[in-house]
């Protein structure tokens, strides 16, 4: 056993074959950054947004499998998948879950860039594709959320015809090529889209989108996939009724992150200035917000401007989206009654939230700014890092492993007892517990590479050098080494690169540096 | 459970390593819930444990006593609820009262039998004729030609087959008391009932 973690066997071998074989690849042009410490996951939201969508991908791959895309059978497939196929309710609520979470990730990457300035420096390209990607990507989870065809996907699709239908000159054909001329057309075309052509779409921008350095945290990721299932098992995504011709549809509102556009369109103005052209402008000015921003500096307390016109953005964003969702919830009034936004209020409202945020917006910059200048006075606080000393680690990791077997067993458990949403709630955990199980392991290798300074572990080191030496036959030098081994311990102390023991050694350096960076 | 010991001697396995071996551990253990996952994939034959009635293309029950000999009809097993999947070749079945001298006369189940309709060879439906000098079931598009009491290709190209593609599944039929047919829980398999356009072994 011991032997198979240093021997090339076969398998490494094929491995090695084929990652050097991506030398001629377009990978190789990436930079893939596998951090080996916790680094913030605000600088690499974009990527988890990637990772989400390959889920999405995955998963929706697996549930084309079930899912039958003809009007009276829609819904009925999809209950099938959720009730009856085996792990089909897993896959529906990752994939529902995973939706909405792809959705909420890019918005945290946009406002990200935005407030520090990452458009600028030549990534204008970067952040005009990203606010596409955005666009395609809450078209991608409407359609998604359609193709089920329940009281509430007809209600958004008939709301969405509508809104097509009032653009001017174009909107009357563009209704004919995206929605059909029927439901039977809908449940097609809106599946066409959303398994095909969008996703093509959002692939090609994202080779475009995609910056040459990209980071990939396995514990953020693995973190973010068992939230996602956790979620799925805490609250599973509900079936809906099925939509019926017959019965006249209750009240629903759309997904989260169309209500602020639902609640626009409640104020019973014009359809197409509510819900095309404010959107429209809303989408516009972030397109063009590089190309505005002239301040030099990027940081967000520097542009005051550009931030307040985002924390303007952000504020509104919040009060239409919660004012979407709220319905009045006295049934004695009639369903217009309930449903109708006064638009005096409504966009009052939102006027008054333009200077409110630049009002909160240069109190947080003087409070930054004061913080700032406060932390410069003061001393430096020194940081006391969590470690925990080999020892610990294995104790550690040894019963988050039995943890695992528990949580294995468990999972299992639930499953047979038919509660699939505690099944998937604990695999969600299974993967949190794999999350906090690689930083622990990422910790320990970092112990492992750079040693505390301790006489005893050097020597050891030492020890081990000279028997892989010996091991690989280099008989002649095993004395010389061993004279040496003084003089290359000061030398470890002095700069601490292994490196030098093997000049000290001569021969074979380049086999032993191979060995080492192998490890 | 304490560390490892400091010295790393031949034998010994090395801290690195035994990390490693942890977290290989670790990876296996996170992904071995996805190993049952695996049955998302299938869509195995719907079988129950449930008799299902012989229902004629009238809508009547197929009765012992009624149903003439050497006479055939096609029916639909299993039955869903949806129309257009009944009209899956896969579903339909030839259900045959055999001819006198194979013994059709009788008033028990060895007198009926059910064929998959779906030809071994390249899935036409084939079909019973009970003409004198026919008398066996006949696949129209390359003329496979099918021994009604067994179930097995005589002629034609599926009886080139090896086994077990040149003989048709079999559903086992019942009679209760009152004469009715029923088909038994079917196993779909080639020492079974056979699989559906492959065939089934004769024990």
């Not at chain 1, 895309?69 to 994939?95: K, T």
């Not at chain 1, 006489?455 to 091991?471: C, E, F, G, P």
């Amino acid at each position: 056993m011991v032997a198979s973690l240093h021997k090339e066997n076969s398998l490494v071998r094929l491995f090695r074959w084929i990652y050097s074989g991506l030398d001629r690849t377009i990978f190789m042009g990436l930079k893939f950054t596998f951090p080996t410490r916790f680094v913030s996951p605000l600088g690499f939201l974009g990527m988890l947004t990637f990772v989400i969508f390959i889920i999405l991908g995955i998963t929706g791959a697996l549930l084309m499998l079930w899912y039958e895309p003809i009007l009276d059978r829609a819904w009925d497939s999809v209950e099938n998948i959720n009730d009856n196929i085996p792990y089909g309710f897993h896959l529906r609520n990752i994939h529902y879950h995973a939706s909405n979470a792809m959705v909420m990730m890019a918005i945290l990457h946009m406002y990200y860039q935005y407030f520090s300035g990452r458009y600028k420096i030549r990534n204008e390209i970067l952040w005009v594709t990203g606010i596409i990607l955005g666009v395609l990507t809450i078209l991608e989870a409407f359609t998604g959320y359609d193709i089920i065809f329940s009281e509430r996907a007809e209600l958004a699709i008939s709301i969405a015809a509508s809104l097509t239908n009032s653009i001017p000159i174009i909107g009357p054909d563009m209704r004919d090529a995206f929605f059909g001329a029927g439901f039977h057309d809908f449940v097609l075309r809106f599946y066409a889209f959303h398994v095909f052509l969008l996703p093509i779409a959002l692939i090609g921008l994202m080779t475009v989108h995609f910056p040459r350095f990209l980071v990939f945290d396995v514990p953020m990721v693995m973190a973010i996939t068992g939230a996602i299932m956790i979620t799925g098992g805490v609250f599973p995504v509900e079936m809906g009724l099925k939509f019926d011709p017959n019965v006249p549809p209750g009240i629903t509102v759309p997904e989260w992150y169309l209500t602020g556009l639902y609640a626009f369109l409640r104020s019973q103005y014009d359809k197409f200035v509510t819900g095309v052209a404010w959107p429209g402008i809303f989408i516009f000015t972030l397109l063009i917000i590089p190309f505005i921003d002239k301040y030099k500096k990027f940081s967000w307390k520097d542009r005051p401007i550009i931030s307040a016109i985002g924390i303007t953005s952000i504020a509104q964003i919040v009060v239409t989206t919660y004012w979407g969702f709220y319905i009045d919830p006295d049934r004695t009034k009639s369903l217009l009654e309930r449903l109708v936004i006064d638009p005096i209020f409504l966009y009052s409202v939102m006027l008054a939230l333009v200077p409110l945020s630049f009002g909160f917006t240069y109190l947080m910059i003087k409070l930054a700014k004061n913080a700032e200048a406060n932390a410069k006075r003061q001393p430096k606080r020194t940081e006391s890092p969590i470690t925990l000393s080999e020892k610990w680690i294995y104790f550690v990791f040894i019963a988050l492993i039995g943890f695992q077997i528990y949580l294995n067993i468990a999972a299992y458990y639930a499953l047979l007892a038919g509660m699939k949403n505690i099944s998937l709630f604990i695999i969600g955990i299974i993967m949190l517990v794999f999350a906090g199980m690689f930083h622990i392991y990422r910790h320990g290798r970092t112990i492992a590479n750079n040693p505390p300074p301790s006489s005893v572990q050097y020597s050891d080191k030492i020890k081990s050098l000279q028997h892989r030496r010996a091991s690989l036959g280099d008989a002649e030098d095993k004395p010389k080494l061993a004279s040496s081994s003084e003089n290359a311990l000061s030398q470890i102390k002095s700069n601490g690169l292994l490196s030098k023991v093997f000049k000290v050694a001569g021969k074979n350096k380049n086999s032993f540096e191979k060995m080492w960076r192998k490890d | 459970m304490s560390t490892p010991p400091a010295p790393r001697g031949e034998d010994k396995i090395s801290r690195r390593d035994f990390l490693k071996l942890l977290a290989a551990a670790g990876t296996v253990l996170t992904f071995t819930p996805f190993v049952d996952w695996g049955k998302f994939l299938p869509n195995p034959s719907g079988s129950t444990t449930e008799k299902a009635k012989v229902e004629l293309p009238d809508g009547s029950q197929a009765n012992v006593k009624t149903f003439k000999v050497n006479h055939s009809e096609a029916i639909i097993y299993p039955r869903s609820e949806d129309p257009t999947l009944n009209e899956e070749a896969f579903r339909t079945w030839q259900f045959i009262r055999l001819p006198q001298e194979l013994g059709g006369e009788k008033n028990d189940a060895s007198a009926f039998r059910a064929y998959s309709m779906v030809c071994l060879h390249l899935w036409c439906l084939w079909k019973y004729w009970p003409q004198d000098g026919r008398k066996r079931g006949e696949c129209p598009c390359h003329g496979t030609l099918y021994d009604p009491l067994t179930g097995a290709a005589f002629a034609g190209p599926a009886a080139l087959q090896s086994p077990p593609s040149n003989v048709l599944p079999r559903l086992d039929l019942e009679v209760d008391k009152d004469g009715y047919l029923w088909i038994l829980p079917p196993n779909w398999n080639v020492n079974g009932n056979g699989i559906v356009g492959f065939g089934r072994f004769i024990a």
